[in-house]
């Protein structure tokens, strides 16, 4: 059995950490009274505990304590001009000193202008927003269910979908059962729910025949990523999406892509397109909203009429659903991708590309046996991406999230909580070993990751 413990590690570090960042950790306990684990997302919960950041700019955020810390994190994967972008900041602090922003409650023309870049830059029929990805999932599953009249929903094990109930079965492994996804991740869902939800395996087609031919008229949809993001930063295989979409079709089921992550973070649209596969519901956020809040289901006209007057299905949207201020993000940052693509794609890519290499090499040349997964396949062509894993077994094809969160496969604690904290006390900021890079990275910041690497793997080793 591998299974690493890093418990005596990550106590040293840890009083490494509170002595690097002493208001961050006063910070820390005030935020235990008020905020369970002293905050509102995992991923940013960070322990002992996490930076408090006070301001940021480009390809950093400066926290409490004053450290510069140069972050590939991104606003969860969302930033692609940086933190704070002038692009962005300035009509939006325009559009506040006179008078627009904050009266939701209303439709308005702008609305219809970022509808229409949805709809020309995703090749989609008709969209309809809302404020989060979790929701967007949400009302995209309940269109499918709606339309198809099915109850099942098949979705790939490893696959995160936000935190609503058919994204909550199958997102970690099963524990005590390494092999499988097929659970419940929370308590307090419905009982069916974990019946209804039906995990198959990333990149498998065979499993995809084979749950179609067992189940096929019974499964209203299949929700996959075109990249599959948590589950290990995994690009679909052609031939699995092509497969996705002929066996969905066959058998009368709906093909959802959530493009959360996906949309526009490899181009100015939707990654469908480079795989010249059509889903018939995608859902968008992140990239698109240009880091405020704002989430799209989109796709064939017939399906999204459901979401209609008299068409039955609960998508009536939100109070913040077209939120006047980030319908203006939304529409400079489309306008700004699609105006900028032939640079801004071929830049963050590149960047990406030197990121997983130093990244890997800087690891690997203090002794660790560091993966980095992100890298493109000949239809995503570049990725600006990226994660580490540590196998056990260093030559293991990394094609599955089975292989990147199983921690009988991978050292998942050392890539997710003992090199983020390692980096962190060399004001490097990271989520799974790495992130995203933006047009505000440089090769210098791509250059100071990787030394930044090497100084925690020293660090680590020092720490053992
Ligand atoms: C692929 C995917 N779908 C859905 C979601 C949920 O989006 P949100 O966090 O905006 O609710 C996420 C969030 O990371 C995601 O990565």
């Known amino acids: 059995m591998n299974h690493a413990n890093h418990e005596k590690l990550l106590k040293k570090l840890a009083a490494e950490y509170e002595r690097h960042s002493p208001r961050s950790a006063a910070a820390n306990r005030e935020a235990l009274r008020y905020l369970v684990d002293g905050g509102s997302h995992a991923l940013r919960l960070i322990r002992p505990f996490p930076p408090r950041i006070s301001s940021a700019s480009g390809a950093f955020v400066t926290d409490e304590d004053g450290h510069r810390i140069l972050d590939f994190w991104q606003g969860h994967y969302a930033n692609v001009l940086g933190h ?4 962005l900041t300035e009509p939006l602090a325009k559009a506040f000193a006179s008078g627009f922003g904050l009266q939701t409650g209303f439709t308005d023309r702008l609305q219809v202008e970022v509808a229409e870049l ?5 090749g989609s029929e008709r969209v309809r927003f809302t404020s989060s990805g979790s929701l967007a999932t949400m009302y995209a599953v309940l269109l499918a269910r709606g339309f ?13 979908h936000g935190g609503q109930p058919w994204g909550l079965v199958g997102v970690d492994l099963k524990e005590g059962d390494h092999a499988s996804y097929q659970h419940a991740e929370s308590k307090g869902l419905p009982g069916a729910v974990a019946d209804e939800v039906v995990c198959t395996r990333y990149n498998d087609v065979a499993m995809l025949e084979r749950v179609f031919a067992e189940n096929g008229a019974r499964i209203a949809c299949f929700i996959v990523e075109p990249v599959i993001g948590s589950g290990g930063f995994l690009p679909g295989d052609p031939a699995y999406l092509a497969a996705a979409r002929e066996l969905t079709a066959k058998h009368g089921s709906l093909l959802i892509f959530d493009e959360v992550i996906a ?8 990654a469908s397109a480079l795989y010249g596969v059509s889903p018939d519901l995608a859902t968008f956020a992140k990239v698109m909203g240009g880091g405020m ?13 459901l979401a ?3 068409g039955g299905v ?3 949207g939100g109070t913040y659903s077209c939120h006047p201020a980030s319908m203006l993000a939304a529409r400079t940052m489309m306008r700004h991708l699609a105006a900028h693509e032939a640079e801004i794609y071929p830049y963050i890519n590149s960047l990406g590309a030197a990121a997983r290499k130093t ?32 196998p056990y077994n260093g030559s293991a094809m990394i094609a599955s999230p089975e292989q990147v969160r199983d921690p009988e496969t991978c050292d998942v604690e050392l890539a997710d909580t003992v090199l983020q904290l390692a980096l962190l006390l060399e004001d490097v900021h990271v989520v799974h070993g790495l992130g995203s890079l933006s047009t505000a990275h440089t090769a210098v910041h791509v250059e100071r990751l990787g030394e930044a690497c090497r100084a925690a793997a020293r660090r680590i080793k020092a720490a053992r």
């Not at 949805?118 to 995703?122: A, D, G, M, N």
């Not at 949309?263 to 939707?270: C, D, E, I, K, T």
């Open 359 to 390: 990244v890997q090499e800087a690891l690997r040349a203090e002794g660790f046996a560091a993966r980095c997964t992100g890298d493109p396949n000949p239809a995503i062509g570049g990725s600006s991406v990226g994660a580490v894993v540590f």
């Open 263 to 270: 949309g526009f973070r490899f181009r100015a649209g939707a």
């Open 84 to 87: 704070n972008p002038a692009e």
């Open 308 to 310: 209609g007057r008299g």
């Open 314 to 316: 609960k998508f009536s």
């Open 148 to 160: 198809t009249g099915r109850e099942l929903v098949m979705k790939v094990g490893g696959g995160w």
């Open 293 to 305: 809040p704002v989430a799209a289901v989109a796709g064939r006209a017939d399906v999204m009429a």
């Open 118 to 122: 949805v709809c020309r830059l995703t």
